[in-house]
């Protein structure tokens, strides 16, 4: 076999996998290599793909050559022992190799993240609990506006809602998970970047904009990293009660939220296998609030219909950008 591996399982469901591969393995990709470098080179006095290989060596330089055979290696051994091994990162890796020597076998490290299990209470009940309370405010703040003869029934809303956002906020107290670091960093990454292009666009420079903020560099960064953990546990705990929930969005619900956004180029796009795929977790998430919504209310949810996606489709806009 020309490869082993090992898997530890690290705290926070992350995983660490330490890959071997055998020494003629890498000895062939070096070579390879080499014999693409020896027929891409032009070395003086000498047709293209005939100079000697020694020449081609030292012109390329050893570390480019070195360099170019660990990416194919890891290119083709990662994907591999994920596979042998059963396991789906959520997370780009973190990569580390000890050291390249075309003499010796190859070990490297891959640090990522897999799915984390999710805890969750009794959410129903908690909702509930939320709705009553909410709705016995409500009433009180009526009964006093009646009171003091400031009620306009033209404005006062029939019905107590709760919005989606409340739901999710609700359905994180309930939940024990936990997320890997390696997650929210990379979802860090993804706000800060998405920040430093804001402020960009309107020229502000990140010292100023801090200085607005009244924070300096780390206390924006572990804000960024608390936004990031709960963006990434609301993502599991939402798919996990799909799951549990038994949502189904059919073909013909996908297809109709393509068609409406009307804009054919658009619409070409998102028959890509795996925009479909995002546009049904999109639909997922949405049944799903707008089901716990209606149960906790009761009937009356007929206003509320069009809150529900509004807000899920903005979660899901930020999560947008970050395929890109």
Do not use: C, W
């Not at 020449?55 to 990416?71: F, H, Q, T």
């Not at 292009?197 to 607005?212: F, R």
């Not at 998430?285 to 149960?295: A, D, M, Q």
């Amino acid at each position: 076999h020309t490869m082993k591996t090992q898997i530890e399982k690290l705290p926070k469901s992350t995983i660490k996998m330490t890959v071997t591969i055998e020494n003629d393995k890498v000895k062939e990709f070096y070579e390879k290599e080499v014999e693409k470098a020896i027929e891409n080179t032009e070395i003086q006095g000498f047709r293209k793909g005939t100079a000697p290989k020694e020449m081609v060596i030292e012109k390329v330089g050893n570390s480019k050559l070195y360099g170019d055979a660990v990416n194919n290696l890891l290119q083709n051994f990662y994907p591999q022992a994920l596979k042998e091994n059963k396991l789906l990162p959520v997370s780009n890796p973190k990569v580390e190799i000890k050291e390249f020597d075309v003499e010796k076998d190859l070990e490297f490290t891959a640090e990522f993240a897999i799915r984390p299990d999710v805890k969750i209470g009794d959410y129903r009940k908690a909702l509930k609990n939320y709705y009553e309370e909410k709705d016995e405010k409500l009433k009180k703040e009526k009964l006093e506006k009646l009171k003091k003869g400031e009620l306009n029934p033209e404005k006062e809303e029939d019905h107590t809602h709760i919005g989606p956002n409340e739901v999710i906020d609700i359905l994180l107290k309930e939940s024990e998970v936990e997320i890997s670091d390696i997650l929210i960093e990379e979802e860090s990454d993804r706000l800060m970047t998405r920040l430093m292009d804001q402020l960009e666009t309107i020229k502000l420079p990140i010292e100023k904009y801090l200085k607005a903020q009244e924070k300096n560099a780390d206390e924006l960064r572990s804000e960024y990293n608390k936004i990031a953990e709960n963006n990434i546990k609301a993502e599991f705990v939402l798919s996990h009660l799909v799951e549990l929930e038994k949502i189904e969005v059919s073909n013909q619900e996908i297809e109709e939220m393509i068609e409406a956004a009307g804009d054919p180029s658009v619409a070409e796009q998102m028959q890509d296998p795996m925009q479909k795929l995002y546009i049904k977790t999109i639909l997922e998430k949405n049944k799903l609030l707008t089901k716990l919504i209606e149960e906790t209310q009761g009937p009356h949810t007929h206003r509320d219909k069009d809150h529900g996606s509004k807000k899920s489709e903005e979660r899901e806009e930020t999560k947008e950008e970050t395929k890109k």
